[in-house]
């Protein structure tokens, strides 16, 4: 306050006019010179924009998590079609199958084993391993409402054909 002080003393400024308070000036002031007045236009401009920008942003979170969850889904049929391989009967490939998915889905975060199923086909001798999973209970499909979502079944799936090329 003591610097403020000396400042309006050596530029001959008074106290309230640094400040910015000018009361006789804001009464004389005319219509046209409120149309002038920017001062509270990025208050303004930032009301218009943050919802949008935070739509966006709650957008980019939720996709993410879509992505993250799908990709898990197909690195775990992946995972069990590369397995299901080395079975010799179809049950065998089965178990297989079944037991890499049971394993792998431990390491992923956010998947439920409860919400994930395993199917199994052998058709001219190609094995698909489909893994679906329900991811209506999981935290990236909360904003279901507010944000646009996909499907919450994920389904993906891996083959493998057996011998030769």
């Not at 197909?74 to 079609?81: P, S, T, V, W």
């Not at 297989?96 to 431990?106: G, I």
């Not at 489909?130 to 919450?152: C, D, E, K, Q, R």
Request: aromatic share 8%.
């Amino acid at each position: 306050m003591m610097l403020l002080a000396v400042v309006c003393r050596r530029s001959r400024l008074s106290l309230a006019r640094l400040r910015g308070i000018d009361r006789a000036a804001d009464r004389n002031r005319s219509p046209r010179s409120f149309r002038r007045d920017r001062s509270g236009s990025t208050a303004i401009e930032f009301a218009v924009i943050s919802p949008v920008l935070i739509l966006m942003l709650l957008g980019i979170l939720v996709y993410g998590g879509y992505f993250m969850l799908s990709h898990s889904l197909q690195q775990m049929a992946n995972d069990a079609a590369r397995a299901s391989v080395a079975g010799l009967t179809d049950t065998e490939r089965s178990t297989l199958a079944q037991t890499a998915v049971s394993n792998d889905v431990q390491t992923y975060s956010y998947l439920k084993p409860q919400l994930l199923s395993v199917n199994y086909t052998d058709q001219n001798q190609v094995l698909t391993v489909t893994v679906i999973y329900n991811a209506s209970s999981s935290p990236f499909w909360a904003l279901n409402g507010l944000v646009p979502m996909p499907s919450s079944t994920l389904t993906r799936s891996a083959s493998v054909q057996i011998g030769g090329y």
